[in-house]
DNA sequence: CGGCATCCTAAGGGATACTG
DNA sequence: CAGTATCCCTTAGGATGCCG
């Protein structure tokens, strides 16, 4: 969110003066709000991961994922670089190399995401189990 | 994403048999790609956030959310239900009400999600100046 | 190699109306 | 009150082709 498909980059398309009612919890929603933007696509955080590793060219990280598209890789990358979260080198060199590296900014986020991969490690069971139970009791129920 | 417009739930439409080659990069993509598809959508960290509260019925939920159509909210709640992550206690009164609570699965979540919330607070300012720093570039060379 | 630009579809999600 | 059902539009994002 926040690249536009013309190539241009949206500043504050949802109201950032938004907090009409300013509490506490308002102001909480707004950054979890913010948060999300930022990293609920669908890619984000995969390739901050993997940044996590060191440097990366483009076409390595192309192909560590490779169910992404090159299309989304680059405006992912293009977005992550604009919230400061990863540096585009460009080596004036032919064939052309690019790489991405994680800034100091990204490198702190990726501490945070951690906690939440491996709370997804340690509960997979759990919710693997906690859909069946519902799934089980919607069919019985059919 | 798992629940269908229908009201059916889609129990693993994206193969959950990948991880074509099982490394310990793959696993952990993978993972990701789980944790995402649980809650990167656009409002079940919001909701979570807001259960952390405390239970919760519908209306305030949606008074609270209130950007939030009726439809997502459900979905949503039934989402995370299913997940595990909330609990929907229907109380048989007229007129009727309904609570949502964390789980503790939910609560546990909540942990990992205020980390990702902290960090959004404390470099909140950081994401700005890069944001203005990058759109400025680009403007100046058009 | 590392991209843009274009086209196009499928999914996400809002608005509205109806119901127990 | 707490939903469901329907309609419809907007967006994400895949596929493909061209370019420095």
Same mark, same amino acid.
């Given at each position: 969110?926040?690249?536009?498909?013309? =190539? +241009? /980059?949206?500043?504050?398309? &949802?109201?950032?003066?938004?907090?009409?009612?300013? =509490?506490?919890?308002? %102001? %909480?929603?707004?950054?979890?709000?913010? /948060?999300?933007?930022?990293?609920?696509?669908?890619?984000?955080?995969?390739?901050?991961?993997?940044?996590?590793?060191? +440097?990366?060219?483009?076409? !390595?990280?192309?192909? !560590?994922?490779?169910?992404? $598209?090159?299309?989304?890789?680059?405006?992912?990358?293009?977005?992550? !670089?604009?919230?400061?979260?990863? %540096?585009? +080198?460009? &080596?004036?060199?032919?064939?052309?190399?690019?790489?991405? %590296?994680?800034?100091?900014?990204?490198?702190?986020?990726?501490?945070?995401?951690?906690?939440?991969?491996?709370?997804?490690?340690? &509960?997979?069971?759990?919710?693997?189990?906690?859909? $069946?139970?519902?799934?089980?009791?919607? !069919?019985?129920?059919?």
């Amino acid at each position: 969110m926040g690249v536009m498909e013309d =190539g +241009t /980059l949206a500043s504050a398309r &949802h109201t950032d003066v938004a907090d009409p009612a300013p =509490g506490g919890r308002d %102001t %909480t929603s707004c950054e979890i709000r913010d /948060l999300l933007d930022r990293l609920a696509d669908k890619w984000s955080l995969l390739v901050i991961e993997l940044l996590g590793t060191g +440097t990366h060219r483009f076409t !390595e990280l192309h192909r !560590e994922i490779d169910e992404i $598209s090159q299309r989304m890789l680059t405006l992912t990358l293009r977005h992550l !670089e604009r919230d400061g979260l990863v %540096t585009r +080198t460009v &080596h004036p060199v032919v064939p052309p190399r690019v790489d991405y %590296t994680l800034t100091d900014l990204g490198r702190s986020l990726l501490v945070a995401i951690e906690g939440l991969v491996w709370w997804t490690r340690a &509960h997979r069971d759990e919710i693997a189990a906690a859909r $069946s139970g519902y799934d089980a009791r919607r !069919e019985s129920s059919a």
